[in-house]
């Protein structure tokens, strides 16, 4: 069997750590070459490459650089957007875990170098479908997803006869934990703080995704998602919440029959299936005890105290660069919220306001995207309260 090589980008994050945890089992099947990180860890960046024996690490300033080559000499450090994405594409399979906008420049680049990309990176295929789509036919390039819910779609979708065109596919399900504010009343919402906000009840994730859970925007940004990997309409994907976790995510297909996967909440589960596939890879992360007694349970979300979710529905109507506008509204309020610059209610409301300004356009380039990026996060922060 030959090792396949691997580049971790966003290697100190929650997926990146936990790809690490993958790779660690696996030592004979991966070889990890590349990382990078977008914070100044320089410690945790040095203590991953003598690990793994990485010979090539991404780092974002000129001075992080620095730091790293005095106590790594021998291996090489880029700098920045050209960095990541000359290391997207140095190794096989890609594993894209940088957060936010900033992971555009890893997806396309994997994708046009014929790369296995596995991606954590929602908000780049977002805020850049129709881009990312035409990269896709690149010889050799295959997107796989690490979002737990459309890891479960991608496998509940072997079941398709038609695979790749799916018209025997009535709506997909995305399963939602309703975050920490499940059942809350509207008064209840008027005094939510940033720590409950990050107290997940079921899933251990970076700040920026775990805010975005508790909006229910998270769940917003994966019908985007789900709709840009599957090609199936957003009116055709549903989402239902789920407290437990369990069933991550389900494919109702047209005889009624609907099939779901199910484990225990652990992204290592969703990191090894996309590392391994086709063969899957035999540690059972997330496997469930079902001689224990358990209950799923299933309801609507509550559009009316958690519109972010409807927000989402909306732009995937309006099409264009509606969805870029979304993602980047998004990150704008909720790193006022993490800053402590407005309320919890007011990401929402940040966002909505943002959205009455987008005037329609199509995305025919990058530089497009990056205008429509830039004139969104110059509205949001105009109109985050003062």
């Known amino acids: 069997m030959s090792r396949t090589s ?7 994050g929650s997926i990146g750590t936990q790809t690490l945890e993958v790779l660690r089992r696996e030592p004979a099947r991966f070889g990890l070459v590349s990382i990078a990180a977008g914070g100044g860890n320089v410690d945790r960046i040095i203590e991953i490459a003598r690990e793994f024996g990485v010979k090539r690490i991404g780092v974002p300033t000129q ?15 880029v700098v920045g957007d050209e960095g990541l994405s000359e290391l997207a594409r140095s190794a096989d399979t890609i594993v894209n ?48 997803p690490i979002d737990s819910e459309h890891c479960a779609i991608h496998q509940a979708l072997a079941g398709a006869s038609n695979a790749g065109n799916y018209r025997e596919v009535r709506r997909l399900i995305l ?30 994730m970076g700040p920026k995704i775990t805010i975005d859970s508790s909006t229910l925007m ?43 996967q199910l484990s225990k909440p652990d992204m290592r589960l969703p990191i090894a299936y996309c590392l391994g596939l086709p063969e899957r890879l035999d540690h059972a992360w997330g496997a469930l005890d079902f001689k224990t007694a358990f209950s799923l349970d299933f309801s609507p979300p ?26 980047a509204a998004n990150e704008v309020a909720v790193a006022a919220f993490l800053d402590d610059r407005i309320t919890w209610r007011q990401i929402s409301e940040v966002v909505s306001k943002t959205l009455d300004f987008y005037e329609p356009c199509t995305l025919e380039s990058l530089s497009e995207l990056l205008d429509a990026d830039k004139r969104a996060r110059e509205v949001a922060t105009a109109n985050l309260p003062k």
Request: overall charge negative; hydrophobic content about 50%.
């Open 218 to 260: 998270n769940k917003g940004l994966e019908v985007l998602e789900a709709s840009a990997l599957f090609g199936i309409a957003a009116n055709r994907i549903d989402v239902v919440v789920h407290p437990q976790s369990i069933v991550h995510s389900m494919v109702e297909y047209i005889d009624g029959s609907v099939i779901a």
């Open 6 to 12: 691997v580049a971790l980008l966003g290697a100190t």
């Open 63 to 77: 001075e992080v650089r620095a730091s790293v080559l005095s106590q790594l000499p021998n291996v090489e450090v």
């Open 175 to 204: 399963t939602a934990s309703g975050g920490p504010f499940r059942g809350w009343t509207r008064e209840d919402l008027d005094g939510v703080t940033k720590a409950q906000a990050l107290a997940h009840p079921t899933w251990a």
């Open 302 to 327: 509550d559009l009316e105290n958690f519109p972010a979710l409807k927000l989402a529905y909306e732009v995937a109507e309006v099409g264009g660069a509606a969805p870029a506008w979304l993602s």
């Open 97 to 144: 875990a940088v957060v936010g906008f900033a992971g555009l420049p890893v997806t396309l680049a994997a994708l046009e170098a014929g790369k296995r990309l596995a991606l954590a990176n929602k908000e780049s295929l977002i805020a850049a479908a129709p881009l990312v789509e035409r990269v896709r036919n690149t010889a050799g390039a295959e997107l796989l």
